[in-house]
């Protein structure tokens, strides 16, 4: 093998060490993170009423209340969040009336050839949203 050949062999040897390692620290991280996420219960979803209990067992807890306070925690617990749910609907549904004319706007000047790439791309974008509001 002569210096020339020897010295590519020794690049692409380096090459395929620093894509191993990166691909590696890749998996291991997503690995980690999705077994770290399935054993702390802090990272898992609950629904409304299963948070609301936990936090209503944490304040018990913390400040000593009684059944009687607990209770009424609860409901003033979820009454609040019925009222910021209603608050965060009806600002969603104002979005939302911006999104559609700032949409129709941009139709207006676009050309018969970009409209339905237009609509493809607002189809994806409603659908990324849609995702995230899941999450």
Same mark, same amino acid.
């Given at each position: 093998m002569n /210096?020339? !050949?020897r010295r590519k062999a020794w690049e692409w040897l380096a090459l395929l060490f620093v894509l191993g390692a990166?691909? /590696?620290g890749v998996f291991g991280y997503s690995f980690g993170h999705r077994i770290f996420a399935a054993n702390n219960p802090s990272m898992q979803t609950l629904s409304e009423p299963e948070r609301r209990a936990q936090r209503v067992a944490e304040m018990t807890k913390e400040i000593g209340l009684t059944p009687e306070q607990s209770q009424k925690v609860d409901a003033v617990i979820a009454a609040g969040h019925a009222e910021m749910k209603a608050i965060?609907? $009806?600002?969603? !549904?104002?979005?939302?009336g911006v999104r559609q004319k700032a949409r129709a706007q941009m139709r207006e000047f676009l050309t018969d050839e970009q409209k339905p790439k237009f609509k493809e791309y607002v189809r994806r974008m409603d659908e990324e949203r849609k995702? *995230? *509001? *899941? $999450?």
């Open positions: /210096g020339e !050949t990166a691909i /590696g965060h609907d $009806k600002a969603e !549904t104002d979005v939302d995702r *995230q *509001q *899941q $999450k």
